[in-house]
């Protein structure tokens, strides 16, 4: 009986195999470090042209940003000069607002009154005068309420029966009075003077900045 030991051929074939497992796990990691190489490589490059874009924007929002605050300050002087030329056509029209108010007291005084002093403070008109009866002081008042186009809101004050002498030296019974009355200013001319202090303060904020 022939006996044929196989026991080399299967360690030759155990350490073949296990070479061969080895190789690939070797060739498994370097396919894989390789991979991963390339993998990280273009992931940096991502973040590179990532940050080039983004530093590109920052950039042109900086530029805009300047351009920007060009633009809101020259709107500002724009305003502000509105604003100063409104005013100049203000003062035009407060320059004319005394022969308007002259011309409606001598439109509006119904007779048997007559004014002994007209004083102005500020937008306010105070009145004082001489009236044959309390209608005709009552009468005033309802015109400067009603039909003056440059006053408003009559307010009387004071009036108390007064003799008076007469040219001919006879005692008349007469009647002193006081009013008080605002001045209308034209409708765009009130607002346009706040919004010409508001902008002009807007103005110099602006510069500031």
Do not use: C
Not at 15 to 22: I, L, N, P, T
Not at 27 to 38: D, Q, R, T
Not at 50 to 67: G, H
Not at 98 to 113: A, F, I, K, M, W
């Amino acid at each position: 009986m022939i006996l044929i030991n196989l026991l080399p051929h299967r360690e030759e074939r155990r350490k073949r195999r296990k070479a061969a497992f080895f190789a690939g796990l070797g060739v498994a990691a370097v396919a894989g470090l390789l991979i991963v190489g390339a993998w990280y490589l273009l992931v940096q490059q991502m973040i590179s042209a990532q940050q080039d874009r983004n530093q590109f924007l920052k950039t042109e929002i900086a530029k805009l940003e300047v351009q920007i605050k060009d633009i809101a300050t020259l709107k500002s002087e724009i305003e502000a000069l509105k604003a100063r030329q409104k005013a100049v056509e203000n003062l035009q029209t407060d320059r004319n607002i005394p022969v308007h108010v002259l011309n409606d007291l001598v439109r509006q005084t119904p007779e048997g009154v007559y004014f002994t002093s007209v004083k102005q403070n500020n937008q306010t008109l105070v009145l004082a005068g001489i009236a044959q009866t309390n209608e005709r002081v009552s009468e005033l008042l309802r015109n400067l309420a009603y039909n003056a186009e440059w006053l408003t809101k009559p307010e009387l004050v004071e009036i108390r029966a007064a003799n008076v002498q007469t040219a001919t030296r006879e005692q008349k019974r007469l009647f002193d009075f006081s009013v008080r009355v605002a001045i209308k200013r034209p409708p765009d001319a009130k607002t346009d003077e706040a919004q010409a202090t508001t902008k002009s303060g807007a103005a110099k904020s602006a510069k500031k900045s």
